[in-house]
Antibody
């Protein structure tokens, strides 16, 4: 059973870069049946898709975040990462990583989520 | 990209059935059968309930079912139980190779 675990600082200052890592266990991140995604949820709000990455490195991003977003994969460590630059209070949210089926595009495994607050 | 449209809330009594619609466009829900549904209890990560419009993952109760007509997908929960009270989200693949969520629906079991 694959497990995903987010990690990273819980507090980021405005205008700085938010960096998060998702470590995958119980399965290989190079499995071509899946790709890897980030989702966030502001307090009391709905889910927002951030972006996805394949192990070959190709990415697709939410157009609203694309200019500030970089996702990457480290196959040697079985993890993938997110960097969101120029953050503001609007980026305060719980950030989830998830595994997505290549075939039907469903999020079939989720991390527990990590809260990130943007504040000085 | 615009979020898929879901009602903010629905309610039903134990034993009843409810349906949550999820309306998109001809570029997402109407074009692809890549609609999935998630259940989220407070403070928890979402859980996959339905994928590929109608398919249930192993372990998900058969009280949960999905369907699609045109640009609108729907989640139906039959035989409502207290533990079904949660937020429900739909999502769809889009023609831009992105994914988009619905705004979420809070289900209250009366």
């Amino acid at each position: 059973q694959v497990q995903l675990q987010e990690s990273g600082p819980g507090l980021v200052k405005p205008s700085q870069t938010l960096s998060l890592t998702c470590t995958v266990s119980g399965g290989s991140i190079t499995n071509s049946d899946y790709y890897w995604s980030w989702i966030r949820q502001a307090a009391g709000k709905g889910l927002e898709w951030i972006g996805r990455i394949y192990t070959i490195g190709s990415t697709h991003y939410n157009p609203s975040l694309q200019s500030r977003l970089i996702m990457s994969v480290d196959t040697s460590k079985n993890l993938f990462s997110l960097k969101l630059s120029s953050v503001t209070a609007a980026d305060t949210a719980v950030y989830y990583c998830a595994r997505v089926s290549w075939r039907y595009n469903e999020f079939d495994s989720w991390g527990q989520g990590t809260p990130v607050t943007v504040s000085s | 990209q615009s979020a898929l449209t879901q009602p903010a809330s629905v309610s039903g009594s134990p034993g009843q059935s409810i349906t949550i619609p999820c309306t998109g466009t001809s570029n997402d829900v109407g074009r692809f059968d890549y609609v999935s549904w998630y259940q989220q209890h407070p403070g928890k990560a979402p859980k996959l309930m339905i994928y590929h419009v109608t398919q249930r993952p192993s372990g998900v109760s058969d009280r949960f079912s999905g369907s699609k007509s045109g640009n609108t997908a729907s989640l139906t929960i039959s035989g409502l139980q207290a533990e079904d009270e949660a937020d429900y989200y739909c999502t769809s693949y889009t023609g831009s190779s992105t994914l988009v969520f619905g705004g979420g629906t809070k289900l209250t079991v009366l």
